[in-house]
């Protein structure tokens, strides 16, 4: 049986031009992506965006405009759903009480589920430094979209 894995992702940037990147490590699999995550049954993509935030990175956000959704066929990393994932540009409502680190993979602690953040300057994003198909076409998109402005 296949069915749909919808995600919504939050693109957080700085005053520097700095995206929040998350590192996660989930059962020995590691990967880095934008916050975000899976919309649970009966949630709004907006309301699914903001749990996240409050969930991983303890932060009230205001969602500023759309981004990207994904339009093309991305399987899933983790099992056979087809992922799609929308992705808005964000802000917070207070500053941010998190420990960013500055090394991908710089976790704090041992165990089944890790996570740690990291501000990235937009114009030095790795696209092979993020994980998922979806991902790297947002982290393209961003570069392309800074690279004019600057």
Same mark, same amino acid.
């Given at each position: 049986?296949?069915? $749909?894995?919808?995600?919504? %992702?939050?693109?957080?940037?700085?005053?520097?031009?700095?995206?929040?990147?998350?590192?996660? =490590? =989930? %059962?020995? $699999?590691?990967?880095?992506?934008?916050?975000?995550?899976?919309?649970?049954?009966?949630?709004?993509?907006?309301?699914?965006?903001? !749990?996240?935030?409050?969930?991983?990175?303890?932060?009230?956000?205001?969602?500023?405009?759309?981004?990207?959704?994904?339009?093309?066929?991305?399987?899933?990393?983790?099992?056979?759903? +087809?992922?799609?994932?929308?992705?808005? !540009?964000?802000?917070?409502?207070?500053?941010?009480?998190?420990?960013?680190?500055?090394?991908?993979?710089?976790?704090?602690? =041992?165990?089944?589920?890790?996570?740690?953040?990291?501000?990235?300057? /937009? +114009?030095?994003?790795?696209?092979?430094? /993020?994980?998922?198909?979806?991902?790297?076409?947002?982290? +393209?998109?961003?570069?392309?979209?800074?690279?004019?402005?600057?």
């Amino acid at each position: 049986m296949s069915y $749909f894995n919808v995600r919504v %992702y939050g693109l957080l940037i700085n005053q520097n031009n700095e995206v929040l990147v998350s590192d996660e =490590e =989930e %059962y020995g $699999f590691r990967f880095s992506k934008f916050p975000g995550g899976g919309l649970e049954l009966g949630e709004g993509l907006i309301d699914g965006l903001k !749990r996240e935030f409050l969930e991983e990175c303890d932060a009230e956000i205001e969602v500023l405009s759309h981004f990207y959704t994904t339009d093309f066929y991305e399987k899933s990393s983790f099992n056979d759903s +087809q992922v799609i994932s929308v992705y808005y !540009r964000v802000r917070e409502k207070a500053p941010l009480k998190l420990a960013f680190k500055t090394k991908i993979y710089d976790f704090d602690s =041992e165990g089944e589920i890790l996570q740690a953040f990291r501000w990235v300057k /937009i +114009q030095d994003l790795v696209i092979d430094e /993020i994980t998922f198909k979806t991902d790297k076409t947002v982290a +393209q998109l961003l570069k392309d979209q800074y690279s004019v402005k600057l």
